[in-house]
């Protein structure tokens, strides 16, 4: 018996996703959530592409080049190779913890490769276009309660980076 109060619960949540109309502004403030965290990376990527170019065409080009390759490879795997496995249970658990890390190491990143190599190695646009198309390519693979937890996650890393660190490159 306890078993099937176990997958009722799976399905309970699967309704509130599926119906915003039980929890509006719940659902309202979840999609927010989602729409400033991709927005947020966005921001991140024009800007360290923007600073790449006002320093030379060429490194600019280079940086536009590491920023484009990722949403190409993922467009190009997700037309050609679709997946139907299901997610784990994991992961969904674990994403927010993992969005934050990730997110901190990426502003990390940026800020170590704007002071090291001053822009010539695109490595920090690589990773954050890398991370956009990510989120695009997992929108269609994760329940949108996944995805929810996830810009939560990114929203959280950015504050505490903030927190920790200060504005990125400042």
């Keep these: 018996m306890a078993r099937s109060s176990e997958s009722a619960q799976p399905d309970r949540l699967r309704d ?3 119906h915003p109309k039980n929890h509006p502004l719940l ?7 989602v729409i400033i965290a991709i927005a947020s990376i966005v921001g991140l990527l024009l800007a360290s592409v923007a600073q790449t170019f006002s320093i030379s065409s060429q490194a600019g080009l280079r940086s536009l080049a590491a920023a484009l390759l990722p949403p190409i490879l993922l467009t190009y795997r997700s037309f050609f ?3 139907n496995r299901a997610v784990s249970r994991t992961l ?5 913890l993992v969005a934050i890390l990730w997110i901190v190491m990426l502003l990390v990143l940026l800020n170590l490769m704007a002071l090291r190599f001053n822009y010539s190695l695109p490595l920090g646009e690589f990773v ?3 991370t956009l198309a990510g989120l695009f390519y997992f929108n269609h ?5 996944s995805m929810v937890s996830c810009g939560y996650g990114i929203l959280s ?3 505490l980076y903030l927190l920790i660190f200060g504005l990125p490159g400042g």
């Design 16 to 18: 509130v996703q599926q």
């Design 128 to 130: 954050t276009s890398l």
């Design 92 to 96: 969904e658990q674990n994403l927010f």
């Design 141 to 145: 693979q994760l329940s949108s309660r």
């Design 81 to 83: 190779a679709q997946s």
């Design 157 to 159: 890393g950015l504050v």
């Design 27 to 33: 659902y309202l403030l979840n999609r927010f959530v």
